[in-house]
């Protein structure tokens, strides 16, 4: 079963600066079924980018996805007082450990 | 209006059981299968299994495979999540949420979470 890591555990970034997270996989991913998820305390994770670096609907484009093998990455351009939070990166049945982005 | 609605919270007993609803008030059931997702209290996400509401048939985690059980309800757009022989670590938030495969590719969008909290 693949494992994913995610990295920093925490981010703190001011907001309008750009935001980089990593997630790492095990062993190399075929397929382009990563998701990213943003998840608001006391709330429902909510989908932000799907197969790799797809935009769910609703979402604004400051938010990128990319990646391939096992190296895969979001980056929120100019984050917004919304988007301090927790991430979590999915591949099927596995999700990451999480990246909190927190303010600076 | 809430696209995925979820029953109220509970509190069990170490060893009783708990079933959690989650009904569908936006979208049709007709292209989707729901899957459910627990997260303990400041942990992560875990993937517990997924249910198709046609057929009604389900395919579960291996660590909840033999507690487990995901079903269609009898009225329209609504399915169950029951779990068994509870312990102090099922301790968790409940997501419903809808995926338009079996393999959970993506989740989108989640229903608001049911808290089960296992106490004696």
């Known amino acids: 079963e693949v494992v994913l890591t995610q990295s920093p555990g925490t981010l703190s970034v001011s907001p309008g600066e750009r935001a980089t997270l990593s997630c790492r996989a095990s062993q190399s991913i075929t397929s382009s079924d990563v998701a990213w998820y943003r998840q608001k305390s006391g709330q429902a994770p909510r989908l932000l980018i799907y197969?790799?670096?797809n935009r769910a609907t609703g979402i604004p484009d400051r938010f990128g996805g990319s990646g391939s093998g096992t190296a895969f990455t979001l980056v929120i351009n100019a984050v917004e007082p919304e988007d301090f939070a927790v991430y979590y990166c999915?591949?099927?049945?596995?999700f990451g450990p999480g990246t909190r982005v927190d303010i600076k | 209006q809430v696209p995925l609605v979820q029953s109220g919270a509970e509190v069990r007993r170490p060893g009783a059981s708990v079933k959690i609803s989650c009904k569908a008030t936006?979208?049709?059931?007709?292209?989707?299968?729901i899957h459910w997702v627990r997260q303990a209290p400041g942990q992560g996400l875990e993937w517990m299994g997924v249910?198709?509401?046609?057929?009604?048939?389900?395919t579960y985690a291996p660590r909840f495979q033999d507690r487990v059980t995901m079903t269609r309800g009898s009225s329209p757009s609504t399915v169950y999540m029951e779990l068994n022989s509870l312990r102090s670590d099922d301790t968790a938030k409940y997501f419903c949420?809808?995926?338009?495969?079996?393999?959970?590719?993506?989740?989108?969008?989640w229903g608001q979470g049911t808290q089960v909290i296992v106490s004696s």
């Open positions: 197969g790799t670096s």
């Open positions: 999915q591949l099927l049945t596995t």
């Open positions: 249910v198709n509401p046609r057929s009604g048939s389900a």
């Open positions: 936006q979208y049709s059931f007709t292209n989707y299968y």
């Open positions: 949420t809808f995926c338009p495969s079996t393999s959970p590719t993506w989740l989108n969008p």
